[in-house]
Nanobody
Framework: VQLQASGGGLVQPGGSLRLSCATSGSSFSLNAVAWYRQAPGKEREFVAMITSGGRTNYADSVKGRFTGSRDNAKNTGYLQMNSLKPEDTAVYYC?????WGQGTLVTVSS
Protein backbone atom coordinates (compact mmCIF):
# COMPACT_ATOMS: atom_id res chain seq x y z
CA VAL A 1 0.00 0.00 0.00
CA GLN A 2 1.34 3.38 -0.99
CA LEU A 3 0.00 6.57 0.52
CA GLN A 4 0.35 10.03 -0.95
CA ALA A 5 -0.51 12.97 1.26
CA SER A 6 -0.91 16.39 -0.30
CA GLY A 7 -2.48 19.77 0.21
CA GLY A 8 -0.13 21.38 2.67
CA GLY A 9 1.20 24.88 2.29
CA LEU A 10 1.48 28.32 3.80
CA VAL A 11 -1.71 29.94 5.05
CA GLN A 12 -2.52 32.95 7.18
CA PRO A 13 -4.12 32.55 10.60
CA GLY A 14 -7.83 32.04 10.20
CA GLY A 15 -7.38 30.48 6.80
CA SER A 16 -8.23 27.02 5.50
CA LEU A 17 -6.54 24.11 3.84
CA ARG A 18 -7.70 20.68 2.73
CA LEU A 19 -5.32 17.78 2.97
CA SER A 20 -5.74 14.67 0.88
CA CYS A 21 -4.46 11.15 1.42
CA ALA A 22 -4.62 8.97 -1.66
CA THR A 23 -3.82 5.30 -1.52
CA SER A 24 -3.16 2.65 -4.10
CA GLY A 25 -4.41 -0.11 -1.84
CA SER A 26 -7.53 -2.09 -2.67
CA SER A 27 -8.53 -2.42 0.97
CA PHE A 28 -8.97 1.29 1.59
CA SER A 29 -12.67 1.02 2.32
CA LEU A 30 -12.02 -1.55 5.05
CA ASN A 31 -9.57 0.59 6.99
CA ALA A 32 -9.74 3.65 9.14
CA VAL A 33 -8.00 6.79 7.93
CA ALA A 34 -6.09 8.64 10.60
CA TRP A 35 -4.30 11.96 10.59
CA TYR A 36 -1.38 12.84 12.82
CA ARG A 37 0.90 15.82 12.99
CA GLN A 38 4.36 16.60 14.27
CA ALA A 39 5.39 20.13 15.11
CA PRO A 40 9.07 21.12 15.26
CA GLY A 41 10.65 19.79 18.42
CA LYS A 42 7.54 17.91 19.46
CA GLU A 43 6.33 14.35 19.29
CA ARG A 44 3.86 13.16 16.69
CA GLU A 45 0.30 13.58 17.92
CA PHE A 46 -3.12 12.32 16.90
CA VAL A 47 -5.34 14.76 15.04
CA ALA A 48 -8.34 12.94 13.59
CA MET A 49 -9.68 9.58 12.52
CA ILE A 50 -12.39 8.48 10.11
CA THR A 51 -13.49 4.89 10.61
CA SER A 52 -14.38 2.55 7.77
CA GLY A 53 -17.99 3.30 8.58
CA GLY A 54 -17.49 7.04 8.40
CA ARG A 55 -17.49 7.86 12.10
CA THR A 56 -15.04 10.54 13.15
CA ASN A 57 -12.94 11.25 16.20
CA TYR A 58 -10.85 14.36 16.83
CA ALA A 59 -8.22 15.66 19.17
CA ASP A 60 -9.61 18.30 21.50
CA SER A 61 -7.29 20.89 20.01
CA VAL A 62 -8.94 20.66 16.58
CA LYS A 63 -12.57 19.90 17.42
CA GLY A 64 -14.94 22.27 15.69
CA ARG A 65 -12.24 23.42 13.25
CA PHE A 66 -11.11 20.29 11.43
CA THR A 67 -13.33 17.82 9.58
CA GLY A 68 -12.28 14.40 8.38
CA SER A 69 -13.95 12.63 5.51
CA ARG A 70 -13.33 9.89 2.99
CA ASP A 71 -14.26 8.92 -0.55
CA ASN A 72 -13.98 5.17 -0.87
CA ALA A 73 -14.59 5.32 -4.62
CA LYS A 74 -11.43 7.39 -4.95
CA ASN A 75 -9.46 5.57 -2.22
CA THR A 76 -8.85 8.96 -0.68
CA GLY A 77 -9.18 10.48 2.76
CA TYR A 78 -9.45 14.17 3.48
CA LEU A 79 -8.84 16.57 6.32
CA GLN A 80 -10.54 19.93 5.97
CA MET A 81 -8.84 22.43 8.24
CA ASN A 82 -10.56 25.72 8.99
CA SER A 83 -9.78 28.59 11.34
CA LEU A 84 -6.14 27.62 11.30
CA LYS A 85 -3.90 28.85 14.07
CA PRO A 86 -0.11 29.25 14.22
CA GLU A 87 -0.01 26.32 16.64
CA ASP A 88 -1.41 24.11 13.88
CA THR A 89 1.91 24.45 12.08
CA ALA A 90 3.32 20.96 11.65
CA VAL A 91 4.04 18.18 9.24
CA TYR A 92 0.79 16.28 8.79
CA TYR A 93 0.79 12.54 8.17
CA CYS A 94 -1.99 10.21 7.13
CA UNK A 95 -2.28 6.59 8.12
CA UNK A 96 -4.48 3.94 6.52
CA UNK A 97 -4.52 0.69 8.41
CA UNK A 98 -0.88 0.15 9.35
CA UNK A 99 0.57 2.13 6.45
CA TRP A 100 1.90 5.66 6.85
CA GLY A 101 2.10 8.26 4.14
CA GLN A 102 4.86 10.79 3.79
CA GLY A 103 4.13 14.05 5.51
CA THR A 104 2.88 17.29 4.08
CA LEU A 105 3.94 20.56 5.69
CA VAL A 106 1.33 23.01 6.93
CA THR A 107 2.59 26.42 7.97
CA VAL A 108 0.22 28.93 9.54
CA SER A 109 1.80 32.34 9.66
CA SER A 110 1.13 35.93 8.81
Amino acid sequence: VQLQASGGGLVQPGGSLRLSCATSGSSFSLNAVAWYRQAPGKEREFVAMITSGGRTNYADSVKGRFTGSRDNAKNTGYLQMNSLKPEDTAVYYCKVGLAWGQGTLVTVSS
